[in-house]
Each structure stands twice: as C-alpha cells, then as structure tokens.
C-alpha cells in the first residue's frame, strides 16, 4: 500500500507561524495602548480667498464687492490626543521619527477630565469668536461702523458679583462711564480698589438696572469675577464657512480676506501666501500653538510667504522650511500693509523673526 500522504509541518515552519501570531498580537496590543502624549503634525493650507467643498469660503450680502487674486492661506495642524483620539504606540513611534511632528504631554494641550464633546463645543465656539472678530476688524479698516455690546457671558462660583449680575446682563456703564467695548469694561473695572463696590449701569432683558457690584482681587487685578464678551452689531452680511476647522487661530488670515474681497485692487499682486494668528477686535495679532507644523503645511500648499505672529517667532527661528519666507507681523494693519508690500514687489527692510523678540 502506498505511505499516507504527509501532513504535519516542521519546526522552523512552525517557529514562523508562532512568530508571526506573536507579532500580530504585539501589534494589535501597540494600537490599542494609549499613551499620555498629544502629537501635532502638519495640516492643510486653504485659501480663504477660494473655496471648500465646493463651497465659497468669504461671501458677503449688502455691500459691494471686488475681484481678488493669488492666496491668503490659512494654515492648521493634524493634532492627535485628548479624549477624542487618543494617541497609541504606533502614532507615538510614527511622530518621533517624522521630522515635521512634535510631541508633548496631553495635559499640555488638553484639559484634564473634560469629554471630547466638551473640547468640540470649545473649538467651535472659538472658531465662531475668531470669525466674529475677523468681520469686525476688516470691515472697521474699510470706514464701517461696527457697534459692540460687552455682555456677561458667565458668573463664575463663589464670584464677588454672583447673585448682583447675571449671565446675559449687557453693561452699559462703569461709575457712570459709557462701555463701548470689552477692552473698556476691563480697563474700567481694574481701576476700581478690590473690596469696593462699584457702580455699574447694565441692561437686563431690555430694562436698565443700576447696581452696586461687589469686586475682588484676583492676579493683582481687581476683578468681578465675570466672564465678559463681545456682542457686535454688523452692518452688512458676511460670511465665513470654514468646514470642519475649529479653534481661533485663522483669525488674522480670515480678516485679510475679508478685506481684500471688500476693497478695489488685488491685495496680494498675485503672490501666494499663508499665515496664522489669533485676531481680538482692536486688530492684535496674538500666539498659536503648532507653528511649525502650519510652516511645513504652508510650504507644501505652494505658498511663497508666510505671517508669522511677533510671539511665535522663537519657535519659527531654525524651523522655516526651504522655499519658504517669513515675515512677522503683531496687528491686522501691519500684515495688511506687508502683503500689500510683498505683493508690489518691494521687499526690502521687511521684519524677520530674529529670535530676540521679547514676550
């Protein structure tokens, strides 16, 4: 009779499959560990001035409007971490041997205990604030009148003025002082002595109240222990649709697209550039986190210049890819007036990041 045909399998072939199982189970285990790490990598590059999803990024009703050209990107970053996407093994091996990652400790960027739904509702509430005062300073820097109530937007526990004033309440006046804006109300209340109670006229449900308001000191300043905000009155209709972007960062970038929708001329002469930067109403250019990552992102879009923030730039010196010019910039009219200039094509004297900026 003929032998029965062979079956088994040797030991180096099993050896391979055990190895093989063994590496599949470490690989699954690698993805399902969580580390306490946040990873930013770099982002997409859009141009305000154009279009997302098929859909017109700037559009404005009730004024008129002019013909734009080349770019004004707005940078992002990739940022992995939080409660939403949790960063494994294999992203954190993946970042430390990518060149354009950074990694940091989550309780960095993250705030401890708080949901994933939380952290949205924040982004998209300071992508909202960012749009708002975007609108604000662009159409100030075009002769529009952009009136602004500072209203409450929440009293904090245990607060001087809890139980006195209410979330909503809009103040009008400070010791008998006209509030046309939130820098106003700030500057107002802090020259007040803590301790005191100053007076204060606010508008609550369309009523006028006069009040007493209890203050404190907090950080050496004396405060009510309120969170205040902007409430701005826009005389025409602008719209800024930005996709899934959240956070305050595109700020700068949205309010110089605005106005160079709403002014003759083309801003840029035709050059291509990104930027970033927070924007509050009085036309301050502010700081953001992933700088580096959005210069990388810039570069790869094919953007020629870069808008730096003034109090980013030691984190920009050493770190700007090639092909790539940065200049810095601290407030709206300044970055208006350096595209303007960059894109007529005069590019001498322009201010660098040197890296002995003072914060």
Not at 10 to 29: D, N
Not at 215 to 228: C, D, I, M, Q
Not at 284 to 289: K, R, T
């Amino acid at each position: 009779m003929p032998a029965p045909p062979h079956t088994g399998i040797s030991r180096r072939t099993a050896a391979a499959l055990a190895l093989v199982v063994i590496a599949i189970a470490v690989a699954a285990a690698m993805s399902l560990i969580h580390l306490p790490y946040a990873i930013y990598r770099p982002g997409p590059a859009t141009n305000t001035l154009g279009t997302i999803d098929g859909r017109q990024i700037i559009t404005v009703k009730g004024t008129r409007t002019y013909p734009t050209a080349g770019a004004l990107d707005f940078t992002t970053v990739s940022l992995y971490g939080g409660p939403n996407y949790p960063v494994n093994v294999w992203d954190w091996v993946s970042a430390e041997l990518d060149s354009s990652s950074e990694v940091v400790p989550v309780k960095e960027v993250f705030p401890q205990n708080v949901s994933g739904k939380k952290i949205q509702q924040r982004n998209t509430a300071e992508m909202q604030g960012s749009q708002d005062e975007a609108k604000v300073v662009a159409l100030r820097a075009i002769g529009k009148k952009v009136p602004e109530d500072v209203v409450i937007a929440a009293v904090l526990p245990k607060a001087p003025a809890q139980g006195v004033l209410r979330e909503g309440d809009l103040i009008r006046k400070v010791r008998g002082t006209p509030v046309p804006d939130l820098p106003a109300a700030q500057r107002l209340i802090e020259k007040e002595k803590a301790g005191t109670r100053v007076p204060m006229t606010v508008e609550r449900k369309g009523k006028d109240l006069s009040l007493k308001v209890p203050t404190g000191k907090s950080g050496g300043r004396t405060v009510v222990g309120v969170y205040l905000a902007p409430r701005f009155h826009f005389p025409v209709d602008v719209n800024i649709y930005a996709g899934h972007v959240g956070g305050p960062s595109a700020g700068m970038m949205f309010s110089l697209g605005i106005y160079d929708t709403l002014t003759p001329g083309k801003l840029t002469g035709g050059v291509r550039f990104a930027g970033t930067g927070t924007l509050d109403s009085q036309g301050n250019v502010g700081p953001i986190g992933g700088i580096r990552q959005k210069l990388v992102g810039a570069r790869d879009a094919g953007a020629q210049w870069f808008l730096a923030p003034a109090a980013n730039c030691d984190e920009v010196v050493d770190h700007v890819p090639d092909g790539l010019q940065v200049v810095k910039v601290s407030t709206f009219d300044q970055a208006r007036h350096l595209v303007k200039q960059i894109g007529q094509g005069e590019r001498a004297d322009l201010p660098r990041c040197t890296g002995a900026e003072k914060h």
